[in-house]
Structures are given as structure tokens and as C-alpha cells.
């Protein structure tokens, strides 16, 4: 256990890093990974295959929610992935992770893909996703995570978006009742 006398260094660390646990923004839990495509990773048409990239973004979400709450996550749920381009052997693939919005003690990451060309030379869309990772204690339990402050526009849309999704997610995941996601049921219903 660390002492934190008056004048200990430590004390000022623990003071600036539980102040900035307040309100972080999605910069704080960016995470760019970037991995090239061998011959292990391809399926028979010498494409990545999309187990493998699956894997990839998990590690790359896991880091970005990691980020925002300093604390052990585990995956909850992986919404629908579709792929729109396929990434060929020899590719780089680039993975942007960050935390779109936190709940309580769960977290949304919107992540975006890319392949790139090297010898082409030019970069492609492969696919985007939004994850869900919750913060757990020592105990295993859900922990409550700080929450995020949007700042740009892209930022606000991501994290307004969020509410719907979390709504539609929690229904498939067997945890809400259609009937009381009002803000998704707002999209199709008018009162
Ligand atoms: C995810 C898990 C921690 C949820 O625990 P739980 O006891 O069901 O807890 P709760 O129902 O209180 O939910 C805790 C949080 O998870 C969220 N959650 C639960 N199921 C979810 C789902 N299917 N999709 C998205 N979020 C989900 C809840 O909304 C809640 O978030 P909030 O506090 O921000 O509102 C638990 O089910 C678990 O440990 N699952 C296994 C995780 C794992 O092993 N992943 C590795 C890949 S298989």
C-alpha cells in the first residue's frame, strides 16, 4: 500500500489521474493497430479470413476500453460485422479503435477498418463494427467506468447513436424489453 503524505509525489499522481477519470474524451482511448496479411491468416482465396480479423479488432477494442477505465474488460457483445472489401495477402490492415460512449459499467468502441496497397499504393474500406466491453472488479463483478465527453461533431453523432444501439443490443441480448426502448422505438413509431 502506498502512503500518501502531504508532500509524497505520489499523492499529486493519484490526485491528477483520478481527476482526469472524470469525463474522458474519446482521444484518450484511441488505438491504431496495424498488421500485415500472411499466408497463415488467408482463407483458399488468398483473402484475410474474417475469424482472423475478428480477433484483431477484439484485441484492438479490448485496449481502446482498457484505456478509458484503467481496468480489466471483458467482450459483451459484438454487434453485426459486414465485410465490404476483402483484404488481399501481402495487405497491411489498419484497425482505429476508440470508446464511442460509456453507460454505466459498460463502454461502446467504434472500430473502422482499412486495407492498404503498398506496392498499389492506395487504401481501402473493409469494414466497421461497434463492440461492448464492461469494466469487472477483482471479484468478477460489472465495475462503473468513467463516462465520456464527446467534442467534435463526428464525436456527438457516434456518441448520440449509441443510446439507440445499446438499446437495440440489449433487446437481441435477451436483457430489455422491446417495449421499453423508447429512443429506438422513437426511429419507427410516431405517438
Ligand atoms: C458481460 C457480463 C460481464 C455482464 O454481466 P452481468 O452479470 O450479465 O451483468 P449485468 O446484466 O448487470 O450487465 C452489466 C453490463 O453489461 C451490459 N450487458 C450485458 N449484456 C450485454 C449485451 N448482450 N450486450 C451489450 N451489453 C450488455 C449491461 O447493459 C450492463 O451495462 P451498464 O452497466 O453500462 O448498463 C457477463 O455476462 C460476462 O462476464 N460475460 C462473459 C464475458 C466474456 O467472457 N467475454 C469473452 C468473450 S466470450
Same mark, same amino acid.
Given at each position: 500500500m502506498i502512503f500518501l503524505s502531504r508532500f509524497s509525489p505520489f499523492k499529486s499522481l493519484y490526485l491528477w489521474k483520478n481527476l482526469n477519470m472524470e469525463n474522458r474524451k474519446s482521444g484518450d482511448s484511441l488505438t491504431i493497430m496495424t498488421e500485415i496479411v500472411l499466408p !497463415?491468416?488467408? !482463407?483458399t482465396f488468398g483473402n484475410l479470413m474474417g475469424g482472423r480479423l475478428m480477433y484483431w479488432m477484439d484485441i484492438a477494442a479490448a485496449i481502446a476500453a482498457h484505456k478509458h477505465c484503467h481496468t480489466p474488460v471483458v467482450t459483451a457483445s459484438v454487434d453485426n460485422i459486414s465485410f465490404e472489401n476483402p483484404i488481399r495477402l501481402g495487405n497491411v490492415v489498419h484497425i482505429e479503435a476508440t470508446v464511442s460512449r460509456a453507460f454505466n459499467t459498460s463502454m461502446e468502441i467504434y472500430i473502422k477498418v482499412w486495407g492498404e496497397d503498398l506496392i498499389q499504393q492506395y487504401k481501402y474500406k473493409s469494414n466497421e463494427a461497434y463492440y461492448t466491453f464492461v469494466a469487472i472488479d477483482p471479484a468478477g463483478k460489472p465495475k462503473v467506468v468513467p463516462q465520456l465527453k464527446p467534442e467534435t461533431e463526428a464525436e456527438k453523432k457516434l456518441f448520440d447513436g449509441a443510446l439507440r444501439r445499446r438499446q437495440l443490443r440489449l433487446i437481441l441480448g435477451g436483457k430489455l424489453k422491446p417495449d421499453e426502448a423508447t429512443e429506438l422505438k422513437a426511429l419507427f413509431v410516431k405517438e
Open positions: !497463415n491468416d488467408t !482463407n
